[in-house]
């Protein structure tokens, strides 16, 4: 029996539909909020980036832009959805196409001193945006909103951003010296990928959406946020990929 590969058009079509499905309910039923400074998460980015390196551009572009798009319809954010349809699918799009076109370095020592910066600018960025945004009281939601209240509220120390920093950093260039020098290029894969969403967020928010409505905000504010999201999205979607990988080389290109 011929096994199947992400060249059979009805596979692609099946794990599409799946994927964009993942994407819309990761984004809905689990959110973090941190009433402090505002800072908001949800783990639809980490599906975007697993879809995108694992499947590829097209259909991280699609699940990353339908599911996503669906998500901000049926939480009520409407006058979102058709920018996040346009972004989300750009950032998978682009996170999958780069993970597929990993370039190639004559020594392994260059992959390793390449890994080696990706992890520490991962790590550094994730202890700085993390104790700035994700301190303090933090409220934690699980289910279909609106909920009446958060399931949990509790509080993370700013110190937990900094060693969760460096264990990332660590991590990665562990991974990079021991077992394989390219994690760096999936790493940064999705650094350029999460930052198409965090520049596309921006500009829609400054030229766009604030100025519709007369809302009196600063779009540049919602940067460091979707900077937070987009990292801690990123460290979750690596180790799954790769175990994803391992667990099913049937699914080739």
Known sequence: MTEPT?????LRLA???VCTSLVCVATIIFSIYVPSTEGFFNVGETMIYITALFLGPAIGAFAGGAGAGLADLLLGYWYY???TLVIKACEGGVVGFLGWRRPKFRSRMLWKGFTFVIGLVIGTSLGIIGSMYYSGQVELTIGIPPPSAPNLVFSVPAVFWYALGGLVALLITLAGFVLEPEIGWL???????????????????????FPLFGIEA????EIPVNIGQMLIGLVIALPVVKILRRSLPQLKR
């Open 187 to 209: 790493a940064f894969t999705t650094l350029v990928g999460g930052s198409v969403m965090v520049t596309g967020y921006f500009l829609y928010q400054n030229f766009i959406l």
């Open 15 to 17: 794990l599409a539909a």
């Open 81 to 83: 959805a058709p920018a």
């Open 218 to 221: 600063v779009a540049i504010a």
């Open 6 to 10: 992400l060249t059979s058009t009805p």
